[in-house]
């Protein structure tokens, strides 16, 4: 799922702010706009065990991000593993979604599975329900998944590694034309 092909233009109703400020997108909308990666059924109904090893949380201007997107499902489509890439046009939306303590709570995660959310905050000694809360907006981007446990929710992160780029270029001359 790519989370940010829409331009300021582009966007409608469907957008929404999460309480951490981070624009949430309605997955069916930005399906339909992308054209690339979750129209082709990339990742739609994946197994999480078969998700691919890498994930890259990518700042990129839209043009860059779907020239890619379009390799990555040909290199998909030809039967190559390809990392899942979640995009986000303004840098300040990748920071706001990778504070210090959810990369920390990543790191925990990846390194061993807890048994429960309450598990994941004792070991980080941190309040429940701030992990909690933390574990839900890396679910919304697809970053983490649960596995039920009884009562309890087990969350895991199903790639082996998480690339993080940040792209920051001056503008080129075909930049700064005014569109027509």
């Known amino acids: 799922m790519t989370n940010?092909?829409?331009?300021?233009?582009?966007?409608?109703?469907d957008d929404k702010t999460n309480d951490d400020g981070i624009e949430v997108r309605d997955t069916a909308a930005a399906n339909a706009i992308a054209g690339t990666d979750?129209?082709?059924?990339?990742?739609?109904?994946?197994?999480?065990?078969?998700?691919?090893?890498?994930?890259r949380i990518t700042s990129e201007p839209e043009r860059d991000h779907r020239r890619?997107?379009?390799?990555?499902?040909?290199?998909?489509?030809?039967?190559?593993?390809v990392p899942h890439v979640i995009n986000f046009q303004n840098p300040s939306d990748l920071r706001a979604l990778?504070?210090?303590?959810?990369?920390?709570?990543?790191?925990?995660?990846?390194?061993e599975q807890p048994e429960s959310i309450r598990g994941l905050a004792d070991r980080l000694d941190r309040d429940v329900k701030t992990?909690?809360?933390?574990?839900?907006?890396?679910?919304?981007?697809?970053?983490?998944?649960?596995?039920?446990?009884g009562r309890a929710?087990?969350?895991?992160?199903?790639?082996e590694t998480i690339e993080v780029s940040l792209e920051i270029s001056t503008p080129g001359s075909a930049d700064d034309a005014a569109p027509a």
Not at 75 to 80: D, L, M, S, V
Not at 131 to 149: G, M, S
Not at 153 to 159: A, E, G, L, N, S
Request: aromatic share 8%; glycine share 2%.
């Open 4 to 13: 940010d092909d829409k331009t300021d233009d582009d966007k409608t109703n």
């Open 38 to 55: 979750a129209e082709a059924g990339f990742l739609a109904d994946r197994d999480p065990e078969a998700y691919p090893p890498v994930l």
């Open 68 to 81: 890619d997107a379009i390799d990555r499902l040909e290199r998909w489509e030809a039967g190559e593993t």
């Open 98 to 111: 990778l504070t210090d303590r959810r990369v920390e709570l990543l790191r925990s995660v990846m390194a």
């Open 131 to 149: 992990v909690h809360d933390d574990l839900q907006v890396l679910a919304e981007y697809d970053i983490v998944h649960f596995e039920p446990d």
């Open 153 to 159: 929710k087990r969350p895991f992160v199903p790639y």
